[in-house]
């Protein structure tokens, strides 16, 4: 029976790669025979990241940059290229929340949204394309949000900056065919995170029940029932990057347990 991987012999780049649902790609891609390059701007997470990888056998490498920084991502995509033989996959996992109508959000905390959540997509795909043209089958896959479809109350610019994510991914995509790059999107629902706890005991502070209360209400919100877990983005993030999914691009896949196919109305039960 055959062992191999879908990654085997590729290499990798994830931003934000430290946590979430970063951490969990970057530990799946390594798991499926990637060299794994974790960017992020926290240090001590990268570290530990790297060992949780190294622990199950895989390959990684712990770079601290932030990704809005052009020259520190060109020299890290030149340098996993130069080392590994060829940069196959971009992953951009890095991303940030801030809560505010238009009215309430400052021109500093728009600017700081865009400037992680889309400029750094953006520059990271800069950066790793020529890289990614050689590869011969390169392909970046980019975490939006459902929140690129719809809005919750308050969140102007971090759904604004989604709805822009998703419009990059088609424009690279078109662009990207005759170069063989692939270029698809994700967009989850609710994900177990850092970021979703953080917002959870934000709101859990405004008396509006526990953080743990407002994450199973959160959860039930889907079809499904739950709160997605990190790998399960990370198991269609890493099919979209594998040859398995060799005719697919300029896609968004919604990762969202059902949530954006349901009409909030609930009808009577007919059981009796």
């Known amino acids: 029976m055959s062992t191999a991987r879908s990654h085997d012999g590729r290499s990798a780049i994830v931003t934000g790669g430290a946590s979430g649902i ?3 790609v970057a530990t799946m891609l390594a798991e499926e025979g ?10 001590a997470l990268l570290r530990e990241t790297c060992e949780i ?3 199950g056998g ?12 052009l020259e520190a991502l060109s020299e890290i995509a030149a340098t996993i290229e130069t080392t590994t033989g060829s940069l196959d996959v971009l992953v951009t996992s890095a991303g940030i929340q801030r809560y505010g109508d238009v009215v309430e959000t ?4 728009w600017n700081e949204v865009f400037s992680v959540n889309v400029t750094g997509v953006f520059t990271a795909a800069k950066a790793t394309l020529p890289s990614l043209r050689r590869s011969g089958s390169g392909a970046i896959v980019v975490v939006s949000s459902v929140q690129a479809y719809v809005a ?3 969140v102007a610019a971090y759904s604004a900056s ?7 991914t088609r424009a690279m995509a078109i662009d990207e065919a005759s170069h063989g790059v692939r270029v698809n999107s994700v967009s989850p629902g609710s994900v177990d995170t850092p970021m979703l706890h953080a917002s959870a005991e934000r709101f859990a502070r405004r008396g509006t029940g526990t953080a743990a209360e407002l ?4 959860g039930r919100a889907h079809p499904l029932g739950r709160l997605a877990s990190p790998r399960d983005v990370a198991a269609v993030v890493s099919f979209l990057a594998s040859d398995a999914a060799a005719f697919v691009t300029g896609e968004d896949v919604r990762v969202d347990g059902g949530l954006l196919a349901v009409v909030p109305v609930v009808l009577p039960s007919e059981r009796g």
């Open 22 to 24: 970063g951490r969990a």
């Open 34 to 43: 990637a060299v794994v390059a974790v960017v992020d701007r926290d240090e």
């Open 53 to 55: 990888i190294e622990a």
């Open 58 to 69: 895989g390959r990684a490498r712990a770079l601290a940059a932030d990704v809005t920084d």
């Open 106 to 109: 400052s021109l500093a905390e």
């Open 152 to 154: 919750q109350n308050r």
């Open 162 to 168: 989604k709805g822009a994510l998703n419009a990059l």
């Open 215 to 218: 994450l199973q209400d959160w």
